[in-house]
């Protein structure tokens, strides 16, 4: 553990920017949502109403859970509790890959090694700074949410709980990080790991099965019923699961070498037989973009199996009018479950959407795109080479997801996909977001691609709780998607095409910038 604390400081020192205003944004927003509560649901009858209605949608079981307690403080906990989870967990993978895996394969791991640092004293540092950073978050929400007038006890709960999210896939994405010697393919392997326990947690919630959200840590953020209960036990799973995936990627540190994966890579062919730059570039996706495709396929049956029997299961007059106002005359109880959790999901897709667009700065950052553009290869078709599989990545998750999502469901792929499809040119926008940035300013390409991510989702939850309107909530992308239910014959196409021609130009924009500015090999 030797010079532990110094990497600590390098570490927030690198990433202090990130940090403010990720923990300065988790922390603020739940007491705007009490707040808001408080005024948008004036007495106990309206809010007892509003947690009525949520109950009676299968979407919104799938996605946060059951409300334990109509109270202002039980509504916060609902409302946030699986987001929260869900973004901190994201953020939380980030930045352990990036101060752990990314560092081996950039090299400055070995450099640092060649001083007077411990073997695990890298790894610790991370664990250290990310779960730190997600304790400071939720403690740092509790005075705020006491000045609303919501319990102290219970304010510390949830406060707890939020951290935990961030806590349990910090250790997940340790772990991954011991696996690949690519820091793309650890990233892609602990987001996938994130979407199935996220699923496990919706099919527990929506289909009935309760036993599943005892499976995943965003059914135990869940279970702690901060406001409605008080489960303070619930945190000792995870303090465990921590422990034990911590333990777990030390003892797999000491089990390879440095700069190389528990699982070798393969090697090459003897003959080096690479179509050009395109063909390196397929060879350094196809790992990512496999196991995305496995992850969202598997993601898109659970979902058709949730939603199987929804109809007969939810046939009352009140579903029956939920569907029909969502999703028009005709439309099915499961067709707005799968419209809803699509939307969702989508923002996932647009995550590994982001793993491959960023591909390219990991290589420049490495010294090894410095090396290829010293051939023939220009900077353009260098660029497009990774950016292709930016583009065409996502339309095969989406058409996976909504694939197996139907055939799992009704046998129907065709529909299913055709709906979830939709969402492809709201990813493309991040992924041409995500380019202008690499083209502008490569060195802070990463981070602040996955913050304008992080903000899409912020404006989508906060549009939903009535805390947006207008021009902000114009921001997201994935607003901007017209509402196909999938039992509509038709939907219109112009909000799709203006989403595609605005990706385009960022798209176009950042080649041309990578084309005029100087290498940046380092971060």
């Not at 309206?46 to 334990?68: E, K």
């Not at 609902?78 to 560092?103: K, N, P, Q, V």
Request: no cysteine.
């Amino acid at each position: 553990m030797t010079g532990t604390w110094t990497l600590i400081r390098l570490i927030l020192r690198r990433d202090r920017a990130l940090l403010l205003v990720w923990i300065a944004i988790s922390a603020a927003m739940p007491a705007g949502i009490a707040s808001s509560t408080r005024v948008l649901y004036a007495d106990q009858a309206a809010r007892d109403a509003f947690a009525a209605a949520s109950m009676s949608n299968p979407a919104q079981l799938a996605t946060r859970g059951p409300i334990y307690d109509a109270s202002v403080g039980g509504l916060t906990a609902w409302t946030l509790g699986s987001s929260l989870a869900l973004i901190g967990g994201l953020i939380s993978i980030l930045l352990m890959i990036r101060h752990t895996r990314a560092e081996e394969e950039t090299g400055r791991r070995e450099l640092l090694s060649s001083g007077v640092v411990g073997r695990h004293a890298p790894l610790a540092a991370a664990l250290a700074v990310v779960l730190a950073a997600n304790l400071l978050l939720g403690l740092l929400a509790v005075p705020a949410l006491v000045a609303t007038g919501l319990p102290a006890s219970s304010s510390v709960l949830f406060g707890l709980s939020t951290a935990a999210g961030g806590w349990a896939f910090a250790a997940v994405a340790a772990v991954a990080a011991q696996l690949t010697a690519a820091s793309g393919t650890a990233r892609g392997i602990a987001i996938a790991i994130g979407g199935l326990l996220f699923a496990l947690r919706s099919l527990a919630d929506a289909g009935g099965i309760a036993w599943l959200a005892w499976l995943s840590p965003f059914g135990w953020v869940r279970l702690t019923k901060p406001y409605g209960g008080d489960q303070w036990w619930v945190l000792g799973l995870v303090a465990v699961f921590v422990a034990a995936l911590a333990a777990v990627a030390f003892a797999l540190s000491t089990r390879r070498d440095v700069a190389g994966g528990l699982v070798p890579a393969r090697p090459g062919t003897a003959t080096g037989a690479l179509s050009g730059s395109f063909g390196l570039a397929a060879r350094l996706h196809r790992g990512a973009l496999a196991g995305f495709t496995i992850g969202f396929g598997l993601l898109g049956a659970l979902l058709g199996v949730a939603a199987r029997g929804l109809d007969a299961q939810l046939d009352t007059p009140q579903f029956r009018e939920l569907a029909a106002t969502v999703g028009g005359a005709g439309a099915r109880i499961s067709d707005v479950f799968f419209a809803f959790m699509m939307y969702v999901l989508s923002q996932l897709v647009a995550a590994a959407a982001l793993v491959s667009a960023l591909r390219a700065r990991g290589e420049e950052a490495a010294g090894r795109a410095e090396l290829l553009l010293s051939t023939p290869v220009g900077r353009l078709r260098w660029g497009l080479s990774h950016l292709v599989f930016a583009i065409a990545g996502p339309a095969l998750f989406l058409t996976v997801l909504g694939g197996a999502a139907g055939l799992s469901y009704d046998g129907n792929m065709t529909r299913v996909a055709a709906a979830t499809l939709a969402y492809l040119p709201a990813v493309w926008i991040v992924v041409g977001i995500a380019t202008l940035l690499f083209g502008v300013l490569p060195r802070q390409a990463t981070a602040v691609s996955w913050t304008v991510l992080g903000l899409f989702l912020l404006v989508d939850l906060l549009a939903e709780f009535k805390l947006a309107s207008g021009f902000v909530l114009e921001l997201s992308p994935f607003v901007h998607v017209p509402a196909m239910q999938l039992s509509a014959v038709s939907s219109p196409m112009a909000p799709l095409l203006g989403l595609t021609v605005v990706a385009g130009a960022l798209t176009t924009a950042g080649l041309a910038l990578l084309s005029r500015r100087d290498l940046a090999p380092s971060t």
